[in-house]
């Protein structure tokens, strides 16, 4: 089975501009979590999905949103982007009732 | 509020040394799940092992052994013969069931250890 997919894996954005991050769980996978990854905080849970409705969010100003599709794949949007949201956003992905959650290779957001 | 405390920030050994890596929780809930997870230097974080907190048995994979003791709300990793390939950052993570019969759940985080195995 192919793992988490995310693209892209490089972005450079500039102060008030927003971006779209775009996630692909593993085949059979329903439940998506997104996490961001800073030197400063750390990892911190952004938001999860599961049947394309948000269960979960985290401590994160409204500025960040996501949705899942009827595919299970998820996007997460950022929008007026500061310079504190220059991280490695990561997702993740859960099967059907399970706990472990997979990770994918991150994509790793630079704002100027 | 649950949280991971992790220690030991870095940690730097020669090759073919034993090296623990120490995880400590705290959590209100008595369902819980404790993870391990490896982070190289490429970035994707790579799932090791999951706990559950009613099972308190110890367990070992090759080289990695994980100590779980629910009196001192610890969970600590044991590589065995560490080799360079080993050298990457770890995070223990702690997840509340939020709801029950399906996979909501979200993770906290310790700040990870930085493991360096030496040639």
Partial sequence: ?112 | AQKVTQAQTEISVVEKEDVTLDCVYETRDTTYYLFWYKQPPSGELVFLIRRNSFDEQNEISGRYSWNFQKSTSSFNFTITASQVVDSAVYFCALSEAVRSGGSNYKLTFGKGTLLTVNP
């Fill in chain 1, 1 to 112: 089975k192919a793992g988490v997919t995310q693209t892209p894996r490089y972005l450079i954005k500039t102060r008030g501009q927003q971006v779209t991050l775009s996630c692909s769980p593993i085949s059979g996978h329903r439940s998506v979590s997104w996490y961001q990854q800073t030197p400063g905080q750390g990892l911190q849970f952004l938001f999860e999905y599961f049947s394309e409705t948000q269960r979960n969010k985290g401590n994160f100003p409204g500025r960040f949103s996501g949705r899942q599709f009827s595919n299970s794949r998820s996007e997460m949007n950022v929008s007026t982007l500061e310079l504190g949201d220059s991280a490695l956003y990561l997702c993740a992905s859960t099967p059907g009732g399970g706990v472990e959650q997979f990770f994918g290779p991150g994509t790793r957001l630079t704002v100027l």
